[in-house]
C-alpha cells in the first residue's frame, strides 16, 4: 500500500471508528481489534476527519497493541509538559514529529525513510506499523550488517576532493573569516557555496576566486538543506562521484589553522566517512563518564543500539564530515540527502540530518574515524575539553561556544587570550568582529558572565526567578530620577520614540539612564548611563529601583519581568500614529483579550500621542486608561524627520549619510508594508509582469525601491520579492532608525502602517497599495479612519491602480493639492516643532517634581 493510498485508508478507517464509539464503545474496540489483526485495507476516501478525531484515534490504537514503552518513554522526557499525565497524547501529537521512539525494537525515522515519505509529516509512522507495516513484513530497525572493509587510499596518492559549504548570514554578508576558511579549504578541494541567504552579487564575487560556484538561495531547511541543494540541483551527483571524497562544512566555526595535518591524518586512515569528533549524549560527566573512550570501544558499544530518545545515538557532528566513494555512491545515502525537508525546529533537524545520516550509515556497515582520538564526553567543543582538543591540533572554533555557551562553560571571558595562547597566529579579531555583528548582545553578555569561583565552583550568574523577582519588588527602594530604557522586544533596537526621548535627557547628570538590551547591541554614552542585558541578574536589580520605565508596546512586552505598575511609572511612548484598529478598539473584544488589555494597558501611567484626533483613537484603543491619560505631545521620534542636521545625534548623522551614499544620485522609494502577523496568504504575490513594470517604472524615474518590512515580521516575504529589482534592504538591522529613511526618501509606499502618517512631515508622495482593503476594513480589526479621506496620496485597491498612481508620483502638486495635502496632516500632527521629546520629558517630570522645581 502506497502512502497516497494508507492515507486515505486511514482517514475512512478514523471516520468509521469515530461514527462507532458515538454510539457503540464496545464497538469501536472491536474496530481497533480487528484493524490491528487484519490490517488496514485500501478503502475509498471517507470525509477528511478533524486532527483531533485523528489523534484519538491514534491512541486507541496504540494504547489496544501496547506498542508504547510508557516508562522508557516519560524517562527521557521528564519534565516536558504533558508526557507524565498523557504519555500517549503526547507521542502522537509532539513526539513523533520529535523523533522520539516509542520503543527499544522501534527506530522511527529510520522506518519513516524507508517505508514512507520523509519529506511529509502526516503518517505516524508507529501507527502505520501496526496497521499495515507489520502485516507486509516491514522491519522497525536497520538490519544487522557487519562493518564492511573500510576504504583505503595507497601512500602518497593524491586524494581529490570535493567540498560543498554551506552558509547562512542575516545580513546577507559574506564575513572575512568566511573567506579566509574557503581560501583554505580551497588548498585542499574544489568548493562549491550556497548562502541561505538574500546576498548582493558583489558579496558572492569576493568568493570567485576560491569556490567553482556560489550561490545564495533563501530555502530557511538550515545547513542540511543548502548541502541537499548544492548536490541534488546545483553541482549534481553525477559530478560529485567522480571525486574521492566529498566533505559538507558550515560557517559555524573559525577556522584557527591549516588544514594540512587535518586531512594528512585522515587520508592515511582507513575509513569510509569521517568528521572531526564523534558525539553521545548519555556518555556525559554528568553520568559519571569523565575521561575519553577509545573509539573502537565506542563503535562496539553503541554503532547498532537503538536508543529511544535519537540524540543519545553515537554520531558524528555534521559541521565538517567527509565520505568516500562507497557512501557518495550508496542509493540509501543520496536518498536521504536530496529528501531534506524544511523544519521549524532546529533540534529536529539535527535529530533527522545529523543523528539520522550517521545512524544510517553505521546499519549499513560504514566504518568511520574522527580526527580527534576518542569518544570524549558529551560535546568536547562546547566543554573544558575543548582547550584540550586544542592543544591536540583541533582546527576549529564554534562560534556559539562563545554566543551561546551552551554547556555553560566558565571563563569564557578571557576565550581570546586561550585561544592565543594556543594558536598565536589565528586571527581572533577578524572573529570577534563577526561575533559582535551576528550574536545576540545579551546571550552573548551572559555566556561570558560564567565565572569560576576561589574555591572552584561555578558562578552563573542567574537572574532571580519570578517568584523571587516579585517579592524583591515589594521591599526595593525605588528611584524617581532613575529612567529605564528596554529596548523594542521585537527587532531589540533603542530607536524612534524611546532613543529621542533618551536622547533628550543623555546628558543630564541628574537623571540615571538605564538601556536595557536585548540581542542588539546598544552603545549609547552619556552622563549617567549605564547599559546591561534586560535578562540579566544586573538588568533586574536595574529595573527592580528604576521609577520610571518607558516602553513601546507594553509594560510585559518590553519589561518582561513582572513588575508592579503600583511602584513604576510606565510610560508607553508606543510605535507610532495608528491607521489599524488594534486593543480595545477592535470589534469584539473576549475575555481573553479583556484580562491581557487590562495587565497591558492597566500598568501604564500614560500614553502618547501626536495631535487631538490621535488621542480619540488612542483613548478608544488603550482602555482601561482615560482621555486624561493620553498625553497630547507629539511623537519624540518626529523631530528627528525635518530637524536640521546639526540636531540628529552624530549615529544617525552618520547612517544617512551612509543611506545616501547607497542611494546615489537616485530617487529613494521605500516600500514600508504593516505586519501580517504570519498570514502567508495575507502577502501580495508580485507577478512576473508587476516586477517587469515596478523595474520599468524606476529606471524611468531614476529611482530605486527600498524594502522594510514590520519589526515582528521575520518571514521577510516582500523583500524576498522584490530583491532581484536591485532594491536596497532598508531592514532594522542595517537602518534601525525610520526617521533616517524619512529624510533621505523622495516617496513613500505602504498598505495601512502608521509610517504613512509619520512621512506625511515632509510633504513628499505617498501611496497606499491597499490590495486587501475591503477585506481588512470588514475584518474585526479594520481601521480607525477612511483612507481615502485622510491620506494625501492615492489609495489604490489594485496594482493596476498603483502603477497609474506612481506614473504620476513625482508630478510638481498644483496649489489645491498641495493645501488639501497640508490639511490632512493637521489632522494627525498639532506639533511641527521638533519639540515632542522636550514635552514628553517635562511631562515625566511633573510626575515625581514640583511644579517650581
Known amino acids: 500500500m502506497s502512502p497516497e493510498q494508507f492515507r486515505a485508508a486511514w482517514s475512512s478507517f478514523v471516520a468509521q471508528w469515530d461514527a462507532t464509539r458515538a454510539t457503540d464503545a464496545a464497538g469501536a474496540r472491536t474496530l481497533v481489534d480487528r484493524v490491528l489483526e487484519e490490517g488496514l485495507t485500501y478503502q475509498d476516501p471517507a470525509t477528511p476527519v478533524s486532527p483531533d478525531v485523528a489523534t484519538a484515534c491514534e491512541i486507541a490504537v496504540i494504547k489496544r497493541a501496547d506498542a508504547l514503552d510508557v516508562d522508557s518513554y516519560r524517562r527521557v522526557l521528564a519534565g516536558q509538559k504533558g508526557v507524565d499525565r498523557s504519555p500517549y497524547k503526547h507521542f502522537c501529537t509532539t513526539g513523533w514529529r520529535r523523533?522520539?521512539?516509542?520503543?527499544?525494537?522501534?527506530?522511527?525515522?529510520?522506518?519513516?525513510?524507508?517505508?514512507?515519505?520523509?519529506?511529509?509529516?502526516?503518517?505516524?509512522?508507529?501507527?502505520?506499523?501496526?496497521?499495515?507495516?507489520?502485516?507486509?513484513?516491514?522491519?522497525?530497525?536497520?538490519?544487522?550488517?557487519?562493518?564492511?572493509?573500510?576504504?583505503?587510499f595507497a601512500a602518497g596518492t593524491p586524494v581529490r576532493r570535493v567540498c560543498l559549504f554551506a552558509a547562512y548570514d542575516a545580513d546577507g554578508i559574506v564575513d572575512d573569516y568566511v573567506v579566509d576558511y574557503l581560501t583554505e579549504l580551497s588548498r585542499h578541494a574544489d568548493v562549491y557555496y550556497l548562502a541561505d541567504s538574500t546576498m548582493a552579487a558583489t558579496e558572492l564575487a569576493k568568493l570567485s576566486e576560491v569556490t567553482l560556484g556560489a550561490w545564495a538561495i533563501r530555502h530557511g531547511a538550515y545547513d542540511f538543506g543548502s548541502w541537499s541543494i548544492l548536490a541534488r540541483d546545483l553541482v549534481g551527483w553525477d559530478?560529485?562521484?567522480?571525486?574521492?571524497?566529498?566533505?559538507?562544512?558550515?560557517?559555524?566555526?573559525?577556522?584557527?589553522?591549516?588544514?594540512?595535518?587535518?586531512?594528512?591524518?585522515?587520508?592515511?586512515?582507513?575509513?569510509?566517512?569521517?568528521?572531526?569528533?564523534?558525539?553521545?549524549?548519555?556518555?556525559?560527566?554528568?553520568?559519571?563518564?569523565?575521561?575519553?573512550?577509545?573509539?573502537?570501544?565506542?563503535?562496539q558499544r553503541w554503532r547498532t543500539v537503538n536508543e529511544i530518545d535519537p540524540i543519545d545515538h553515537l554520531h558524528?557532528?555534521?559541521?565538517?564530515?567527509?565520505?568516500?566513494?562507497?557512501?557518495?555512491?550508496?542509493?540509501?545515502?543520496?536518498?536521504r540527502l536530496d529528501s531534506v525537508a524544511r523544519e521549524t525546529v532546529k533540534s529536529v533537524v539535527i535529530v533527522k540530518y545529523e543523528v539520522g545520516l550517521s545512524r544510517y550509515l553505521m546499519a549499513q556497515g560504514f566504518d568511520f574515524e574522527t580526527f580527534v582520538d576518542g569518544l570524549y564526553p558529551y560535546l568536547p567543543v562546547y566543554t573544558t575539553d575543548y582547550w584540550t582538543l586544542l592543544d591536540h591540533g583541533f582546527p576549529l572554533l564554534k562560534r556559539n561556544l562563545i554566543s551561546e555557551?551552551?554547556?555553560?562553560?566558565?571563563?569564557?571571558?578571557?576565550?581570546?587570550?586561550?585561544?592565543?595562547?594556543?594558536?598565536?597566529?589565528?586571527r581572533t579579531d577578524t572573529f570577534e568582529r563577526n561575533l559582535l555583528r551576528v550574536s545576540a548582545d545579551d546571550r552573548l553578555a551572559r555566556s561570558l558572565a560564567v565565572k569560576s569561583r576561589p574555591d572552584g565552583t561555578v558562578d552563573y550568574d542567574d537572574p532571580l526567578s519570578w517568584p523571587r523577582f516579585r517579592r524583591e519588588d515589594e521591599w526595593t527602594p525605588k528611584f524617581d530620577h532613575w529612567w529605564a530604557f528596554p529596548v523594542c522586544a521585537y527587532d531589540h533596537t533603542l530607536a524612534g520614540n524611546e532613543r529621542a526621548v533618551f536622547e533628550e535627557v543623555r546628558d543630564d547628570p541628574s537623571i540615571k539612564k538605564i538601556i536595557l538590551t536585548r540581542s542588539r547591541r546598544v552603545e549609547l554614552s552619556g552622563e549617567n548611563v549605564v547599559t546591561v542585558p534586560l535578562m540579566s541578574r544586573a538588568g533586574q536589580e536595574y529595573l527592580l529601583r528604576a521609577g520610571q520605565i518607558f516602553v513601546k508596546h507594553g509594560p510585559r512586552v518590553n519589561a518582561h519581568w513582572p513588575l508592579s505598575p503600583l511602584r513604576h511609572n510606565f510610560v508607553n511612548l508606543w510605535?507610532?500614529?495608528?491607521?489599524?484598529?488594534?486593543?480595545?478598539?477592535?470589534?469584539?473584544?473576549?475575555?481573553?483579550?479583556?484580562?491581557?488589555?487590562?495587565?497591558?494597558?492597566?500598568?501604564?501611567?500614560?500614553?502618547?500621542?501626536?495631535?487631538?484626533?490621535?488621542m480619540l483613537a488612542m483613548t478608544t484603543a488603550f482602555w482601561p486608561l482615560s482621555y486624561t491619560e493620553v498625553w497630547n505631545t507629539g511623537l519624540p521620534r518626529n523631530d528627528y524627520i525635518t530637524c536640521d542636521e546639526s540636531r540628529l545625534p552624530a549615529d544617525l548623522l552618520e547612517t544617512e549619510q551612509r543611506l545616501r551614499a547607497e542611494v546615489g544620485d537616485r530617487r529613494l522609494v521605500m516600500f514600508l508594508p504593516t505586519f501580517k502577523d504570519g498570514q502567508a496568504d495575507a502577502y501580495y504575490r508580485f507577478t512576473p509582469e508587476d516586477l517587469e513594470t515596478l523595474g520599468a517604472w524606476l529606471e524611468r524615474h531614476h529611482a530605486v525601491l527600498g524594502v522594510r518590512e514590520h519589526m515582528a515580521d521575520t518571514a521577510r516575504t516582500y523583500w524576498h520579492q522584490l530583491a532581484p529589482l536591485g532594491a536596497i534592504d532598508l531592514s532594522s538591522r542595517r537602518y534601525p532608525d525610520l526617521e533616517v529613511l524619512y529624510r533621505v526618501a523622495s516617496g513613500l509606499v505602504s498598505d495601512y502602517s502608521s509610517c504613512l502618517v509619520d512621512f506625511m512631515l515632509t510633504g513628499r508622495p505617498m501611496a497606499s497599495f491597499a490590495y486587501d482593503l475591503e477585506h481588512y476594513a470588514n475584518e474585526e480589526r479594520g481601521l480607525f479612519y477612511d483612507l481615502d479621506r485622510v491620506l494625501p496620496g492615492a489609495v489604490c485597491r489594485t496594482f493596476d491602480e498603483l502603477a497609474t498612481a506612481l506614473d504620476g508620483f513625482f508630478e510638481e502638486p498644483d496649489p489645491a493639492t498641495a493645501d488639501e495635502y497640508a490639511w490632512r496632516r493637521r489632522i494627525f500632527h498639532d506639533h511641527l516643532d521638533a519639540g515632542s521629546a522636550a514635552r514628553v520629558v517635562e511631562k515625566v517630570r511633573s510626575l515625581y517634581l514640583p511644579d517650581d522645581a
Open 99 to 152: 523523533l522520539v521512539n516509542p520503543r527499544s525494537d522501534f527506530d522511527l525515522w529510520w522506518y519513516w525513510n524507508e517505508h514512507l515519505d520523509p519529506r511529509r509529516d502526516d503518517i505516524n509512522p508507529l501507527v502505520h506499523h501496526l496497521v499495515r507495516g507489520r502485516h507486509d513484513g516491514l522491519p522497525t530497525l536497520p538490519p544487522e550488517v557487519q562493518p564492511r572493509p573500510a576504504t583505503t
Open 239 to 299: 559530478t560529485l562521484e567522480t571525486y574521492d571524497e566529498l566533505l559538507l562544512a558550515n560557517d559555524s566555526a573559525y577556522l584557527l589553522r591549516p588544514l594540512d595535518e587535518v586531512f594528512a591524518t585522515m587520508s592515511a586512515t582507513r575509513a569510509d566517512w569521517w568528521g572531526l569528533h564523534a558525539t553521545r549524549r548519555a556518555y556525559a560527566r554528568d553520568l559519571g563518564d569523565d575521561r575519553p573512550l577509545p573509539l573502537a570501544e565506542a563503535k
Open 316 to 335: 558524528l557532528s555534521s559541521y565538517f564530515l567527509a565520505f568516500r566513494q562507497p557512501v557518495i555512491r550508496d542509493a540509501g545515502f543520496r536518498r
Open 405 to 426: 555557551n551552551p554547556r555553560r562553560m566558565p571563563d569564557l571571558a578571557a576565550w581570546k587570550e586561550q585561544v592565543a595562547q594556543r594558536v598565536p597566529n589565528a
Open 575 to 614: 510605535h507610532g500614529i495608528p491607521l489599524k484598529r488594534f486593543g480595545s478598539a477592535t470589534a469584539t473584544i473576549s475575555p481573553e483579550l479583556e484580562r491581557a488589555l487590562l495587565r497591558n494597558n492597566g500598568g501604564s501611567r500614560a500614553v502618547i500621542a501626536s495631535s487631538r484626533m490621535d
